[in-house]
């Protein structure tokens, strides 16, 4: 019974098109996050929100919009998609907000804009 | 600017030997630290953490360092073992960006048997 998962697990699509990737969490924990691993696999935070509120968002364009229909679900839709937006896309959760506390993670979206 | 760093891409040791991946951080303002390790198509999975009041903290065969006027810390497995190869990440955070931990861009390590 997987913790956090997302889907899809790959997502090969067009430049131009617009895309979503789904999250969902059965551990009960307000915070829900998008975090992005580019080419240098550097991981990075896109956005958290905590109890359906957004909390943090990192500078991200307009293109990307979260969406929490419940504190158990986080999905991203993509407007536009580019080719610097090819990516492992990777949703995550945690008890509480704005802590320290670690993260857990789904398995990650594999996304190719071609 | 990358604020936490992991200069090694790569670390191969032989099974049962001790495996350290280092990890420095340039943000003073850091005070908690937390290693991830990422099997290939999996996410990433906590393993350990470290409050900067510590500078060790154990947990069976993991163990991770903190030095923190070197701004450095390390992760000590012992003894290794091939089910311990995988990717790991080295994370910071402190009350400027709680929620927000800053990751490194991980060390492959691999156990040979």
């Known amino acids: 019974d997987t913790a956090v998962s997302q889907t899809p697990k790959y997502l090969v699509t067009q430049m131009g098109n617009d895309k979503s990737i789904k999250c969902e969490q059965n551990?009960?924990?307000?915070?829900m996050y998008w975090y992005k691993q580019d080419s240098k696999k550097f991981l990075k935070i896109m956005f958290s929100?905590?109890?359906?509120?957004?909390?943090i968002n990192e500078t991200v364009p307009n293109r990307f919009s979260p969406k929490s229909p419940d504190k158990a679900h986080l999905n991203l839709h993509i407007n536009s998609l580019e080719l610097g937006d090819s990516a492992v896309y990777f949703c995550?959760?945690?008890?509480?907000?704005?802590?320290?506390?670690?993260?857990?993670f789904g398995s990650g979206t594999q996304l190719s804009v071609l | 600017d990358q604020q936490v760093k992991q200069n090694s891409p790569s670390l191969s040791v032989q099974e049962g030997r001790i495996s350290i991946l280092n990890c420095d951080y340039t943000?003073?303002?850091?005070?908690?630290f937390l290693w991830y390790k990422k099997y290939p198509a999996e996410g990433p999975t906590f393993l350990i953490s470290?409050?900067?009041?510590?500078d060790k903290n154990e947990d069976g065969r993991f163990t991770v360092f903190l030095n923190k006027s070197a701004k450095h810390l390390s992760l000590h497995i012992v003894p290794s073992q091939p089910g311990d190869s995988a990717v790991y990440f080295c994370?910071?955070?402190?009350?400027?960006?709680?929620?927000?931990?800053?990751f490194g861009d991980g060390t492959t390590l691999t156990v040979k048997p």
């Open positions: 995550a959760s945690s008890q509480r907000v704005l802590t320290n506390e670690k993260l857990f």
């Open positions: 551990l009960g924990h307000d915070t």
């Open positions: 929100y905590n109890n359906k509120e957004l909390i």
């Open positions: 943000n003073s303002m850091f005070d908690y």
């Open positions: 470290i409050s900067s009041i510590k």
């Open positions: 994370a910071a955070s402190g009350n400027t960006n709680a929620g927000k931990s800053t």
